[in-house]
DNA sequence: ATGGTGGGTTCCCCA
């Protein structure tokens, strides 16, 4: 089984790009973030067409997630506890198979220090808080989604430049390692020790074509996820060739 | 320190 997770940055724009990924590497799960559409906007029959079930959370112009699933989508879960129907569309779960996948868009943050990372900060502690509330470690967990977080500097092309900058500061890297201490590993470094492997590439800086990139698209996953866990492959060419989103797929490959 | 590009909407916001 093939669990991949991919930011589309819009998938109205993107649609092109992702059924010809999709015909080609045949996911059985496809998580997407920033699908930037209503769920009414979204390109529901397309999918369902290509032989997939389609659960989404979507909002007007930002953020917005789907999953898609061969098998059925149940227990489906859209958003944190508490929220309010204006909030942020960032969190979609659902189980599939034996399977329980959380659908993230972690809050971007935009600059350390400032009200929109202050949100970023009480977003990620609410979710982290969330998932030890809501989950049983021994299942078969699956966090997945842009996290918007490098774990460490093997994950930057230029660490020192991007020092305590955001996507890479001290508190959002604790953040982030607060899902270890819940029982999640990052499963992709359980199977790759060395730095320069990057899931995301600036638009603005032309940073695809120097290779100037983040590791910021993570599955996280139980123990038990994990033992089933073959190995975790970024797809870099998608990220290439015409109208690419700034994000490379990742796909989880399970037994 | 700034700005670059791209998407969606709107007379600019967000990444």
């Known amino acids: ?14 649609m092109e790009r992702v059924v010809a990924w999709i015909e ?20 529901r029959q397309v999918f369902e067409d290509l032989g997939y079930r389609v659960a989404t959370f979507g909002q007007k112009t930002y953020n917005g997630v789907a999953i898609l699933a061969k098998q059925n989508l149940e227990d489906v ?22 399977t329980l996948i959380l659908n993230l868009y972690v809050v971007n943050g935009e600059k350390v220090g400032s009200e929109k990372f202050a949100y970023k900060m009480e977003w990620m502690a609410r979710v982290a808080e969330f998932v030890r509330e809501r989950y049983d470690m ?5 966090l997945c989604g842009d ?24 508190p959002e890297r604790t953040a982030l390692a607060k899902f270890g201490e819940l029982g999640l590993r990052d499963a992709f470094r359980h199977f790759t020790t060395e730095g320069g492997h990057y899931t995301w590439w600036d638009f603005r ?19 038990a996820a994990l033992a089933a866990c073959r190995g975790i492959e970024i797809d870099k060419g998608a990220r290439g060739g015409e109208k690419p989103s700034d994000h490379a797929p990742v796909i989880a490959h399970m037994e």
Not at 1 to 12: D, F, L, P
Not at 138 to 142: A, D, F
């Open 24 to 43: 080609d590497k045949q996911p059985d799960v496809l998580c997407m973030q920033e699908i930037k559409c209503l769920d009414e906007q979204f390109p």
């Open 205 to 223: 800086t032309g940073g695809f074509k120097r290779d100037h990139g983040l590791r910021i698209d993570h599955f996280l996953m139980s123990d």
């Open 1 to 14: 089984m093939k669990i991949a997770t991919w930011n589309v940055n819009s998938v109205r724009a993107r």
């Open 138 to 142: 021994s299942e078969k967990i699956v």
């Open 77 to 98: 879960v859209r958003g944190l506890p508490g929220e309010t129907s204006d909030a942020q569309k960032r969190v979609l779960g659902a189980q599939v198979g034996d």
């Open 147 to 170: 996290f918007n977080v490098t774990f460490d500097d093997r994950d930057v092309y230029d660490p020192e430049g991007w020092r305590e900058k955001i996507l890479c500061s001290t």
